[in-house]
């Protein structure tokens, strides 16, 4: 541990950190940046004023390296040394390291602007560029301002590029901590194989039976590939000739992995055994597994992408950036020379590769970022004027902003309402904190949550919601209840309910294909959110699942209404004469439902007229996934909103935006809209779009 290239650096860090406010560090992925940084800071004070924070973009992440840290202090974890993230908070008082997300330390600064609890702020991971970081620096650099006398921010980054972030906090110093990196042959296949598994499979085998011993890291795109690939390795090294080669263990690694899974990984193997690892692009950076010397990269990642101009998201799998590609190589070199198999021409690298990789804030969603920006609250901050270190489209700010007007967050002007502001407390999509505030005014809040808690743990359920139909033949007659054919939202309700009815029991679960430790999670996610709607409401509300005053079918119309509000940006209708639906929006796109959904046709065959969907995906065509039925009479009042909206008016009443270029996004920034003069103005309008809100509230 303490041979790690940063630790023979700390004087010079101490030294710097303590002439600098900001300070940035760039290291080779292992060098030490995660688990030692911390430990740096500490060993020399600066946990004595206060907590030493430390964000990571994964999940995974944040909980893995505050594990290894605890271990190295030899302290219990969640004591000194803990970690939190969405939904799980492992501190206490007495600790004074914290690893967290960066959306973590997001919704912590809602509370306290300042983060006065925090000494130090470690921003890792920024080359990984994630939405949540780009928007955290934007923050930091308002507060160095004002805490110059007590705050030290360190970003750290593991690729060479320091100098955009550098240039952004006023040429702050960059240290540059050289890893000793061993040379890495590269060696690139003829042409890019048909199957990426199976060529993965290939090369792997072709290493075990005919390189000298060291351990293969390969990177595939998702957990199915990953357990493809595990099983058919797992086969093919049984088949070898006994004695022909050494032992092989087989290893996954993923963010879906139970925890003790993954930390297989970091167990050294048994002396003549060779690892493999076959890992999602979490090892690309984020984890660093020791004792890798031949890496297999076919060259793709699985990316989430948002289309602003059209609400549709989708999972592609893209080729890997110039940058990624690089990294990816240098996991080889980590103890003695090493080799990687690009499985693509070197032409296609040079080529076809993008140089560096597309922040995420230029491909993400960014209503609930903005929500949150206008949340805050500072007169100094304005979302348009906002500081990014590369600024987002106009067009998804565009589309940010009229999600969070049809759905009550703001008013016309752009300004943050109440609602708007309940609803960044609740740590939920936007659409889904307005869906549980609207439940709590029908009574039906106790369905809500379990409709949110359900959708949050989703990733960990789809086990076997998308084995769904290869399962389904194994276990006749299934015994799941069905949505009573209104749709994927309440079928996430009865199945929770179901499931309470059973007293939470796991072979339940078991029968019924439902991931255990998924559903567990579901449990507690929904007791959180309980407790936060309780302390909103600052009342006691009957939040028990499993609870009906008016009888079924009465909770589901008025979650369903509910769902109707909060998802007013996500609402389809059917096209007539067809089972096809067109989006409602500016720019209307077809899609289908989901052959997964369990929304049902009428007696004539006709699917419901208006329905509310939870995203929109583009695979081998759009679909809409989890989609449930509501009714026109709902769906009125959204449109009545969509024929009034302005975005002009709505980005800060700037007549000349919309002409929607970047350019103009630079431009609107020096427009100044928070000016007095509007202000009396704006609170008119306010009051006057809250009267109409309560109106539409009591004509329900
Ligand atoms: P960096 O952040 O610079 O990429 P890290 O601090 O994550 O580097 O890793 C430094 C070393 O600590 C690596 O050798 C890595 O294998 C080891 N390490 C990190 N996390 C764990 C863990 N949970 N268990 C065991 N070893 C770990
Ligand atoms: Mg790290």
Redesign the pocket.
């Known amino acids: ?1 303490a041979n ?3 630790t023979q650096f700390e004087e010079k860090i101490i030294e710097t950190v303590e002439q600098n406010p900001v300070v940035v560090i760039i ?11 911390s430990q740096i800071l500490h060993r020399n004070g600066y946990s004595k004023s206060g907590i030493i924070g430390v964000t990571q973009p994964r999940r995974v ?1 944040a909980v ?2 505050a ?3 605890a ?1 190295e202090l030899g302290v219990p974890l969640g004591e000194e040394v803990g970690y939190a993230i969405r939904f799980e908070d492992r501190t206490s008082e007495r600790t004074l390291i914290k690893y967290l997300t960066d959306g973590v330390l997001l919704r912590e600064s809602l509370s306290n602007a300042e983060l006065n609890q925090y000494s130090v702020i470690i921003l ?2 920024a080359h990984e560029r994630s939405l949540n970081t780009d928007i955290l620096l934007g923050l930091v650099k308002r507060l160095v301002k004002m805490r110059a006398s007590n705050l030290k921010i360190l970003i ?1 980054s ?1 690729t060479l590029d320091g100098e955009q972030v550098s240039k952004f906090f006023s040429n702050c110093p960059i240290l540059n ?1 050289p ?1 000793k990196l061993y040379p890495v042959e590269i060696l690139y296949s003829k042409e890019r194989p048909k199957s990426y598994i199976d060529s993965c499979l290939k090369t792997a085998i072709d290493i075990h039976v005919k390189e000298p011993e060291g351990d293969v890291l390969i990177f595939m795109t998702g957990q199915d590939d990953i357990e493809k690939l595990v099983s058919k390795l797992e086969e093919k090294v049984r088949s070898l000739e006994e004695g022909s080669c050494m032992d092989a263990i087989i290893l996954p690694l993923h963010g879906s992995l139970p925890p003790e899974m993954q ?1 297989r990984v ?2 050294p193997p048994p002396p003549n055994c060779r690892r493999f690892i076959v890992s999602t692009n979490i090892a690309e ?6 004792g890798v010397v031949y890496v297999i990269d076919a060259g793709y990642v699985k990316q989430r992408q948002y289309n602003p101009s059209t609400g549709m998201y989708s999972l592609d799998v893209v080729q890997i950036s110039k940058v990624q590609a690089n990294q990816r190589a240098g996991r080889a070199g ?1 103890t003695r020379p090493g080799k990687c198999y690009r499985l693509y021409p070197s032409k296609v690298y040079q080529d076809d590769f993008l140089d560096v990789t597309v922040p995420e804030i230029q491909r993400s969603s960014l209503a609930g970022s903005v929500l949150y920006l206008k949340s805050l609250d500072l007169s100094d901050i304005n979302v348009l004027k906002f500081d990014f270190l590369d600024p987002p489209s106009f067009e998804s700010l565009e589309d940010a902003l009229k999600q969070l007007y049809l759905i009550d967050a703001i008013d016309e002007n752009g300004t943050i309402t109440s609602v708007g502001r309940t609803m960044a407390e609740l740590p939920l999509e936007p659409s889904l904190s307005r869906t549980l505030i609207e439940a709590n005014e029908y009574n039906c809040l106790a369905q809500a949550l379990t409709v949110a808690a359900m959708l949050s743990a989703e990733t960990t359920l789809l086990l076997s919601r998308s084995n769904r139909t290869e399962k389904k033949r194994k276990h006749t007659p299934r015994d799941l209840p069905d949505g009573s054919g209104l749709g994927d939202h309440i079928q996430l309700l009865q199945i929770y309910e179901r499931w309470d009815e059973t007293d939470y029991d796991v072979d339940w679960c078991r029968d019924n294909d439902l991931q255990v430790r998924g559903m567990k999670f579901v449990k507690d996610v929904r007791k959180q959110l309980s407790q936060i709607m309780q302390k909103i409401a600052k009342g006691s509300l009957d939040v028990r699942a499993n609870q009906s005053r008016k009888g079924r079918q009465q909770d589901y119309r008025n979650l369903r209404k509910a769902l109707c509000v909060g998802f007013a940006n996500q609402l389809a209708e059917r096209m007539i004469h067809h089972n096809g639906y067109r989006t409602i929006g500016f720019k209307p796109q077809l899609v289908q439902v989901h052959p997964s959904s369990v929304l049902r046709t009428d007696e004539e065959g006709m699917l419901p007229n208006y329905v509310v969907y939870h995203e929109l995906i583009s695979t081998s065509r759009p679909y809409m996934r989890n989609v449930c039925a509501v009714e026109m009479l709902w769906v009125t009042p959204i449109l009545k909103k969509l024929e009034k909206l302005d975005i002009n008016k709505l980005s800060g009443g700037v007549s000349h935006i919309g002409e929607g270029t970047e350019e103009t996004l630079a431009e609107a920034p020096k427009k100044e809209v928070d000016v007095a003069g509007l202000s009396n103005d704006r609170e008119s309008k306010i009051q006057a779009a809250r009267e109409r809100f309560l109106a539409r509230k009591a004509n329900k």
């Open positions: 541990m790690l290239p940063i290291g080779e992925t292992g060098s030490g940046k995660s688990t030692q940084l992440a893995s390296v594990r290894r840290v271990q890792d991971e750290t593991a901590v890893g930390v970091f167990s950076t984020s984890l660093t597994v020791d980590r």
